[in-house]
Each structure stands twice: as C-alpha cells, then as structure tokens.
C-alpha cells in the first residue's frame, strides 16, 4: 500500500485525494498523506474544514490526551480528561472511554470529508470491511456514481477458513462491495481464480477482475552492519543458516518444519539452524512453546519477533536460502523478496506459490515432512545450490514502478 500510495502522490498528472475512515465521523475524511507518512505510527494528519483557521493548530489524531486540538475542545471534556488521567489514572474505566469518545467526536467533527462526485475512482488497497457501516458508505457511493476499485488480496477466510483468525467480515465485503464494483484488482492468478469460484458459488454477480503484479524491489542494498555483531546477536554463522520470513500463524505452518527438523534428527541427518523471522499471530503459543521448549531441535530453530529492516536484510542475503511451507498465499512476497536478494526458496506446491519462477525454487507438498525434507536435501547440495542461486541472478525483479503503472492502466480501463 505504500509503495504504490507513494507513486500515487508523486503523480503530478492525477488529481489525487487521500481519505481513511473515521468511525466517529461515520465518513472517509481527507488526509495529508506525505505529511501522516512522515509520522507513521504516531499520528495522522487530517485535513480540516477550514485549513486557513487551523493552520497554526493541525489536528492530528494520537493515542494520548495532549493532542493539540484539544484547544479546540469544550474546556469541560477537556479538563475532565486530564482528570481522568492525573487524578484517577483509571484509564480503562468506562467514565475514561466515554469522554474519549466524547473527544474523538469533536475533534472528528472538524475533518474535511470526502465528498464523492460521479464518476469519480474509488481505489481501496484494504479496507475498514469489518465495520457494516463503512460498507454501506460504499455502497452509497456506488449509488451516486462513484467507481469502485478494490485489491483483492486473497480470500483467506472463505478458502481454508479453518486458518483464519476471523472470517465473516471479509465475507461481507466481498459479498456487498464486489459486485458493484467497476473492477477488482487481484495480486496473482490464484487469487482471481479463488475469488471468482467463490462468487460463483454463493451465485453472485462476478465483476471484471483483474491481475497486477506486486513489485519486489524495496530497498535492500547491502546492509552496512558489522557481521560478527548479528552473527552474536541471533547465534548464527552466515551462509549456515536457513530464513523462514512471514507472520508466525496457523496457515504458514511452521508446525511441518517443526516435525521436519525432528525427523531428520531421528534418521541422524543435519540441517542448517533455521531462524523464523516473523510477528506471532493467532492460535501459535502452543507450537511455539514446543519449539522451544523440545530439545531435540531447540537448539536448530530460533524465532525472532523483532527483527528491523536492517537485520532483515543482512539475514536474507547471508543465509544459504530460504524456507516457505505455507498451505496458502495470496501473493508469494517473501519468496520474491528472497529471489531479488540471490536467494533460492524452498517452498510449498500450493496456490499463488505455484506461480514462483521455477527454475529459482523446489517445491513440495506441504502435508509431507518426507517431502518437505527430500526438498531441502535437495537444495543443500552444492551443485544444486550453485545452479539455483545462479538462477536467482538472472531473474528480473518486477519493480513498482511497474506495478504502479499496471494499476493505473486499469483504473484508466485499459488492458494489461
């Protein structure tokens, strides 16, 4: 969403509006994106009704009660907060939420709103979907001629729902926006296939969908750290080791290299110290306490949960290769990402996965610890591994750039 929302406001030759949500204004409000970029993680700054009168006192949106609007606020929520907070401390208490609801109205209140007219393009890289009244929003933009263009994505929860953390949210935005939409833009074949089999099977009306590329190419010179000092920091030799990079969740299946390092320690076979590399999502404390806690492979799997760009990119590119046992992807990022860097993949034979160049992975069934590990057998031999990073070599990294220009030639109708 960033790379191309960069790309978007770099564009001189577009009339570009940025909005986001606002649940207590009940509307898409304007943002000043280069702006709210440069504080990401802290604020965001709206554009206000009246930017002339506020231009000594930007609202922006924080997490504590020293926003600066708060000048603007009736003294008497104003103070009553402060209250709340030095006197009380009670934080969490329902008077505490209610004046800060109270708060986020009024300042909300004076947000530009995004007022659509016909004809207008509508382009939605994620969304609020599990908040029926943003839904309705779209809808009503529909309606007063707006055209709708959303990203799928994946479906995650409607294919293998079993893996997803929450799946009637995503439904419904599929279900209620899609249809109206001018077209869906979908990240790889395996995802337009899904969606369109889904909509057929609940009978509703399929837009045009279209495919883009994701670009890969993100910054990722070489990373100027000292390498004895991350080699120390996550115990590791460089090229003596293997990357598994994602959210740590259900569907990524970490559990299967789990059970594949445990086989291969009962048949006497050594691998490379795997490091994965991800945030810990739903439903994993249990397989991660047995990784950690087994000692037939806690000493040849690490897990980093926080892990910065810089340390991410020397991990990549001093590592033999990279790992990828997922049982569904919308879009094989880390796998690109570890190709741009000249690192093959050992991957997963199933959906957008299937879509990986093939002369730069090996894939294999991801049920199968038998086959997960004859792949990485496979790799670990050296003629194999030369050929394979050789490959990686030759391979074109698809830039943003282009990806950019794929989604604007479709929000312009035409063909890609």
Known sequence: MDELAIRFLNDTSRETHFVTWVKEANAMCEIDFAKTRSLRGKHIAYKLINQDAAANSDIQSQPSSTNPS???????????????????????????????????????SLYKKYNPSKDDVFFIPWGEWWD????????????RGVRLYPISHDILPMVVPHFSGNSASLENFVSQIFPLST?????????????????????LAIPTIEVFRLGEDFTFKTTPLKDRDVES????????????????????????????????????????????????????????????????????ISIENNVDDDDLNWLYQHSRFAVTSSF???WGMSVLESI???????????SSLLEMPDDCVIRFNPSSTDECLAALQEMLEPSTLKKYR????????HSWDASYNQVIAILDGESI
């Open 340 to 350: 741009a860097r000249g690192k093959p993949v050992v991957c997963s034979n199933t």
């Open 233 to 300: 920091r996550y115990g590791i030799k460089k090229d003596n080791y293997l990357v598994y990079v994602s959210t740590i969740e259900p569907r990524k299946n970490h559990l299967l290299l789990y059970y594949t390092y445990k086989l291969a320690a009962s048949r006497g076979i050594s691998l490379p110290h795997l490091v994965i590399i991800g945030r810990v999502g739903h439903d994993m404390e249990a397989i991660l306490g047995m990784i950690r806690n087994d000692p037939q492979v806690n000493t040849s």
């Open 132 to 143: 029926q009244n943003w839904l309705t929003l779209l809808a009503n933009y529909h309606a």
């Open 183 to 203: 077209k869906v833009l979908a990240v790889s074949q395996s995802s337009k296939a899904d969606l369109t089999e889904w909509m057929k099977s609940k009978s």
């Open 70 to 108: 708060e000048r603007q606020i009736g003294p008497f929520v104003k103070n009553s907060i402060k209250k709340v907070i030095v006197k009380s401390r009670f934080d969490r208490t329902p008077l505490y939420k209610k004046l800060l609801e109270n708060k986020k109205l009024l300042e909300s």
């Open 390 to 397: 050789n490959n990686t070599k030759k391979y074109k990294v």
């Open 328 to 330: 569904y992807e919308g």
